[in-house]
Each structure stands twice: as C-alpha cells, then as structure tokens.
C-alpha cells in the first residue's frame, strides 16, 4: 500500500447534541463523518461514515432504563444478541468482555461508504483505524455488523434507494451474490482484527 495516501485523506467528524427531554438520544453518541480527498487546492467529498456511541455508564449512572437504548440496536439484531432484556443486562459473554475492558460504552460502525473511484486503494481500512483511534478512550468494545450496503440498498423498502449519493456510490456494480459479497465484507474486518461473536445459527435464531 502506498503510505502516502494516508496525507490525502481527511476525517471530518460532527457530533451534535440537545437539550430537554430526548430520553435515549441523550445515550447516543451520532458521530457523522465526511471524508475529504485532501491533495488537491479544492478537497472533494469521497466517502461518507456514521458511528453510533453507545453510553451504557451515563445509563447506569442517571437510572435510564437501559432496554430502550439497547432497542436502537434491534433492527440489525444486534441489540437482542448484546443484551439481556430480561434481566436488563449484557449477555454472560458479553459482560465478560465489558468487565476487561474498564469501560462498558459500545462503539457501533453503523455504515461506511466509499465513492467507486476510491475503492480498492486501502482508504477504508485508513479510514476504520482511525475512528478506532480518534475515539479509542470513549468505549470498551466495538461492534459491528458484517453486512455489504449494496444488498440493503437494492431492497425495495429502502427508503435510501433513490438518493443522489447513492446514485454516485453506483451500488450495482458491487459484488451483487449475498454470500460472496458478505464474506468478501467478513474477511475485510477480519484483517482488522474484529472477530466473529455470533454464529449465522444465533443470529437466526433471535426473532426482531
């Protein structure tokens, strides 16, 4: 890989906040980050990333009836998989894993999208390092699901289907087949060192 091209990109994080009654948004962290391609007079947006902190102490500390945080999750089945709601905790595997941590937030890579042109050229595995840094003392454990963004897109309930970003992110010519185009996603944060926490049949087996 070339090292050089660690000096052309740039991470622009926005984090905003509110005041009031705004329940669990006030323990979610939304981190929107635009990707600058920064070796030219004009920088020109080439990805798009969204992070999701999730504040477990701030949780614990004001009371907050933590499963309602923990829903925010359920749409991609993490949530069910992470935590208990029965007994409003983590799972016994999971606790394990918060308490070696010192630090029981949950850092969620909810989506990071690459225009076709950058693709191939090492940025997304630049771009992960460095959220995993730049937020490093804000959580415990990162999670993720290993799910390629061209198959979402293409469903037909997708309310993203049409958008203009999307049109320049020309899903279609991604890998298309389920299986390959997951494994090929697998693989890609296996290298980074994430791990496979659950199995296809767990994940199966919990109804969202």
């Known amino acids: 890989m070339d090292t050089d091209i660690i000096t052309f990109l740039r991470l622009n994080y926005s984090l905003s906040s509110r005041t009031g009654n705004i ?23 080439i990805g798009k990333v969204n992070v999701k902190l999730f504040l477990w102490e701030l949780c614990i500390e004001d009371n907050y009836w933590v499963d309602d945080l923990f829903s925010q999750l ?3 089945e993490l949530g069910g998989l992470l935590f208990d709601y029965d007994t409003n905790s983590f799972k ?21 999208e690459i225009l076709p042109e950058y693709r191939g050229k090492g940025y997304g595995k630049l771009i992960t390092k460095d959220i995993l840094l730049r937020l490093n003392s804000s959580y415990g454990i990162a999670i993720l699901k290993a799910f390629p963004l061209q198959l979402e897109v293409s469903h037909p309930n997708s309310s993203k289907q049409d958008s203009e970003w999307n049109t320049k992110m020309n899903f279609k010519q991604m890998e298309q ?5 997951k494994k090929q996603l697998y693989n890609f ?20």
Do not use: P
């Open 177 to 181: 087949d389920s299986n390959i185009a």
């Open 92 to 112: 016994k595997e999971w606790q394990k894993e918060i308490d070696e941590s010192f630090n029981s937030n949950i850092l969620y890579l909810d989506r990071i």
């Open 189 to 208: 944060y296996k290298k980074m060192g994430f791990k496979r926490c659950f199995s296809k049949s767990q994940i199966r087996q919990n109804k969202y």
């Open 74 to 76: 359920d749409h991609n």
């Open 23 to 45: 329940e669990e948004e006030r323990y979610i962290d939304v981190y929107e980050i635009q990707i600058d391609e920064n070796d030219k007079e004009s920088a020109s947006l």
